[in-house]
């Protein structure tokens, strides 16, 4: 049996998988990434370890005649991995908090470093060449030391095959970095990755890697890609007029444009020359998280609870019996905490709270689409993805406040979307279109509820 591996590197875990020609997964592996801390020698490291552990637990359910074609990636944004001249790996001190009102930031954004040229089109390249700006300035002696520098992505790859590269996503948006990024950095360009479409091949699986992960050295290895691309392709939400909802660690929003957008928004490519608009709730996934388990404190499970609750939430009608929640800035989480806290001593019953909770998270992604949409992106067809899809309560009242239907993608959309790149990559599919059409598998609709629609629409009005 012929299979690719995938692996989904997230800061909540890692996930390996062993995928078909269908784009099944015919094993499977999972390790915790949350406990892997911020420093100089246990970043890199903790998530390479993450990474062989996943591999290693996927192998073990493997039959044993299966061959793999090829491996791929898929990786969340995490920037600042570097190499010093000794091929050592590190993670330097990146204590900056870069908003796009830090100094650094406005700096990288504007026009004395790119003049009449919009910075961004360069999608994370131009915060990348920020974040290298501020350790220039701030610790110099780490800085001097860089040799190569990329992405956690990158060194994932690079622990495999050797080879320094990376994606158009992960990096500037193109197969070149700009003169002005890389003089943004102060580095030579040789010491950016090489920048390659997503399924082209890195390299091989050293001998060292090979023996790490348990598999045959020189097993073919693919560039990989960013993870909310790899979770786009995944459920086939690559053509203009799509729109991919990602609920895992963090709650985003990708509409599908096909060509880049020039109103100063976040884009990146989601396939060769396709590209969307990206937007996030800053920390919708802990408040998500953390206010349902306060609802009721003496179940701590929150895969049970979400199972528990969300039938029982389905059944209150829309409004939740006038009680409001809404989410809050990541800094001031405690509020939520409490709204919830009272509104449980107040006599609402869990199901009221959970109901409330679940349309504050779906008019944050109501501002997500309206945004997307202020923005020149014109959304048309909904998927979901991540775990919070196989939440059926709260994909219905999603569904209701966008007054659209939504299809339920793989939960797992990232996985199948690094299994595609690494298809492609092993020649069994020409391009990223048979990829889709062979490996991606249309899922369950979720339509809107008329009296929900009519509720809910009248209180968007009321906000405007």
């Not at 269908?22 to 100089?40: K, L």
Request: charged share 20%; proline share 5%; glycine share 12%.
């Amino acid at each position: 049996m012929d299979v690719v591996l995938a692996v989904d590197i997230g800061s909540t875990s890692c996930k390996a998988a062993y995928l078909d020609k269908q784009g099944r997964m015919v094993a499977t592996g999972r390790v915790n990434t949350r406990q892997i801390p911020v420093a100089r020698t246990e970043t890199l490291s903790g998530f390479w370890e993450a990474f062989g552990l996943s591999v290693h637990a996927a192998s073990a359910q493997l039959a044993d005649d299966g061959r793999v074609s090829a491996i791929g990636i898929a990786c969340r944004s995490f920037f600042g991995a570097c190499i010093d001249a000794a091929g050592k790996a590190y993670w330097p001190s990146w204590d900056a908090k870069l908003s796009r009102n830090a100094p650094v930031v406005q700096r990288a954004l504007s026009p004395e470093i790119w003049g009449a040229k919009d910075p961004f089109a360069y999608g994370y390249g131009t915060w990348f060449g920020a974040l290298i700006s501020w350790l220039r300035e701030a610790r110099p002696d780490e800085w001097n030391s860089i040799h190569r520098v990329g992405a956690l992505r990158d060194y994932i790859v690079y622990e495999m095959t050797g080879e320094w590269v990376t994606d158009p996503a992960t990096g500037p948006g193109q197969h070149e970095w700009p003169d002005e990024l890389v003089g943004l950095t102060g580095l030579s360009r040789d010491a950016l990755p090489l920048i390659m479409d997503p399924h082209a091949g890195a390299g091989g699986l050293t001998v060292d890697a090979a023996a790490a992960l348990g598999l045959l050295a020189d097993t073919p290895v693919v560039v990989g890609q960013h993870d909310g691309a790899a979770a786009n392709l995944g459920v086939g939400a690559i053509r203009p007029g799509d729109g991919c909802f990602t609920f895992g660690t963090n709650f985003v929003f990708r509409g599908v444009t096909g060509e880049r957008l020039t109103t100063k928004s976040m884009n990146y490519l989601v396939a060769p020359e396709i590209w969307a608009w990206v937007g996030n709730i800053p920390g919708a996934s802990q408040q998500f998280e953390t206010a349902t388990s306060r609802i009721a404190h003496e179940r701590s499970d929150a895969m049970e609870l979400h199972a528990e609750l969300g039938p029982l939430a389905h059944d209150v009608e829309s409004g939740a019996n006038g009680l409001r929640l809404d989410l809050v800035s990541p800094d001031e989480d405690e509020k939520l905490y409490s709204a919830v806290a009272a509104a449980r001593q107040a006599g609402h019953s869990e199901a009221v709270v959970y109901r409330a909770l679940l349309e504050a998270v779906a008019f944050g992604e109501l501002g997500l689409v309206q945004r997307a949409r202020e923005n020149g992106a014109d959304p048309q067809r909904f998927v979901a993805t991540g775990g919070g899809a196989r939440n059926n309560a709260f994909m219905q009242v999603l569904a209701s406040v966008l007054d659209v239907s939504i299809e339920v993608g793989e939960p797992d959309g990232g996985l199948v979307g690094a299994g595609m790149a690494a298809a492609i990559g092993a020649g069994w599919y020409a391009s990223v279109d048979e990829a889709v059409a062979g490996m991606c598998a249309s899922g369950p609709i979720i339509r809107p509820d008329p009296a929900g629609v009519e509720y809910y629409r009248g209180r968007h009005q009321e906000k405007e």
